[in-house]
T-cell receptor
Framework: QQPVQSPQAVILREGEDAVINCSSSKALYSVHWYRQKHGEAPVFLMILLKGGEQKGHDKISASFNEKKQQSSLYLTASQLSYSGTYFCGTEISYNDYKLSFGAGTTVTVRA | NAGVTQTPKFQVLKTGQSMTLQCAQDMNHEYMSWYRQDPGMGLRLIHYSVGAGITDQGEVPNGYNVSRSTTEDFPLRLLSAAPSQTSVYFC?????????????FGSGTRLTVV
């Protein structure tokens, strides 16, 4: 069952912040975040596991609210290189082996 | 260290033809999977494997077969191509025992069925 991402698209100026949300109707074991630039493969950003901590990667960080079955990705002080489509992927259990992806959020950062 | 290698990068097939998309990884990953990506729909799981000799279906398996005879290779076969299979196909791999890690994706195969 695919998670739901919001918003579908966001436009930022350099230096602005943004939040991308990912929600599931089922309890989750893990949440992955990936970024894909046009014509390229998705690139792994970070993974959050049930019972784990908030993660960070440069000025991009994420949180995982297990009770609400939600994760949020925070883009702080955005740079031009942050442009791309961000996907969350979710697993419902350790033995599930099926990572389901959301439809993606397109982020455009302008100078 | 090549990571995940997919071939071919582009392919045009006629309806009814069959073909195999190749995927190889050199990271000794147990887990490998195939996704298709269509505009506005994200990535949808076709088949996956947790080790040599073990495969299972994902969300959209119809029209596709897989096998995993070695840890390194995970080919995807289209049995009788249909226009609905026009898509970009990505192979991904990961370590899976113990803790979870992120997926490494191949560069993709853009398939057009006419």
């Amino acid at each position: 069952q695919q998670p739901v991402q919001s918003p579908q698209a966001v436009i930022l100026r350099e230096g602005e912040d943004a939040v991308i949300n990912c929600s599931s109707s089922k309890a989750l074991y893990s949440v992955h975040w990936y970024r894909q630039k046009h014509g390229e493969a998705p690139v792994f950003l970070m993974i959050l596991l049930k019972g784990g901590e908030q993660k960070g990667h440069d000025k991009i960080s994420a949180s995982f609210n297990e009770k609400k079955q939600q994760s949020s990705l925070y883009l702080t002080a955005s740079q031009l290189s942050y442009s791309g489509t961000y996907f969350c992927g979710t697993e419902i259990s350790y033995n599930d082996y099926k990572l389901s992806f959301g439809a993606g959020t397109t982020v455009t950062v302008r100078a | 260290n090549a990571g995940v290698t997919q071939t071919p990068k582009f392919q045009v097939l006629k309806t009814g033809q069959s073909m195999t998309l190749q995927c190889a990884q050199d990271m000794n990953h147990e887990y490998m999977s195939w996704y298709r990506q269509d505009p506005g729909m994200g990535l949808r799981l076709i088949h996956y494997s947790v080790g040599a000799g073990i495969t299972d279906q994902g969300e959209v398996p119809n029209g596709y077969n897989v096998s995993r005879s070695t840890t390194e290779d995970f080919p995807l076969r289209l049995l009788s191509a249909a226009p609905s299979q026009t898509s970009v196909y990505f192979c991904a791999s990961s370590f899976y025992r113990g803790t979870r890690e992120g997926y490494t994706f191949g560069s993709g195969t853009r398939l057009t069925v006419v």
